[in-house]
């Protein structure tokens, strides 16, 4: 039976230590903007920031350096090996899972703390993000999804999905990530584990910005490729299997919509033609127009 944690057990201030894990591969241009808003932080409690480095070609791990945070070498590549080798490295009580390519109001971390501070029942918190500079259709689903999730949460008391570039939680309520999986076990598969040991909670009013380099290829890729295939497709096929040989999606570091182009037309070039087909068999199907 899986043990609670205890609410006779509050968290004082000076108990409290919270470790920021960041994953990065080949981060160097996104990772300034993201350490930049962690060093910037007001009102926050000690805490640590540890970058993995998951096996970079660029210049990563000197980039981190500069900022004096905690670097730990991760050769083994995807963003759940990173997170756990992370993990494994982190002192703190609470554990803040983000992203390299994402940044944060400046008492994020504090609000992240007092949370914690006065919730000594949650295992979890769950907060939302938003695309930054993304394009139009990538502002409005995150933002949508988020109060969706936050409103089902207050009626069934525990959130449905959660984001690994906002989440936090304690690490005495978390056995570790399931590094089968190249996707979800840095969310959803968090979620499963931290429910078990106490409330995790949605928050909408800490959000974190986050790149809009991969909402770039466009809402079709998006949802058909990233959401369905790499993320969708790929868990099945590791939880069916235990394994699963289709990776992570390609990496992208740039927020260049420029060099998507010629990807952005071709998915309306194919769905324009998908929908002339449908038309055309509706059309004759019911001998219409």
Known sequence: MSKKISKKMPLHDSEVK?????????????????????????????????????????????????????????????????????????????????DADSFFPELWVHNIHSFFLEHPEASGLAGNYHFYKGPLWARVMPAVLGFFIWGLSLIIHRPVYVSGANLSFRKEAFPGYDTRYYQGA?????????????????????PVETSSRRVNQGFWHSMIMTVGYYYGYNNWRTKKKGYSKIGSP??????????????????????????????EIIKRHYDVW
């Open 18 to 98: 919270i470790s920021v894990v960041i994953p990065a591969y080949n981060e160097a241009d996104f990772l300034p903007r993201c350490l930049d808003s962690l060093m910037a932080q007001k009102k926050a409690p000690i805490f640590e920031v540890i970058v993995v480095d998951n096996a970079s070609t660029d210049e990563t791990a000197k980039v981190a350096e500069k900022y004096g945070v905690r670097i730990i070498h991760e050769s083994e590549k995807g963003v759940v090996h990173a997170r756990q080798a992370g993990l494994e490295a982190a002192k703190g009580q609470i554990i803040v899972s983000t």
């Open 250 to 279: 390609p990496a992208i570091r740039t927020e260049d919509r420029s060099t998507h182009a010629p990807l952005l037309i071709l998915q309306w070039v194919i769905v324009l033609i998908v929908g002339f087909m449908i038309f």
């Open 186 to 206: 840095d969310e959803r598969g968090v979620l499963l584990e931290i429910m078990k040991k106490g409330r995790v909670y949605v928050t909408l009013k800490n």
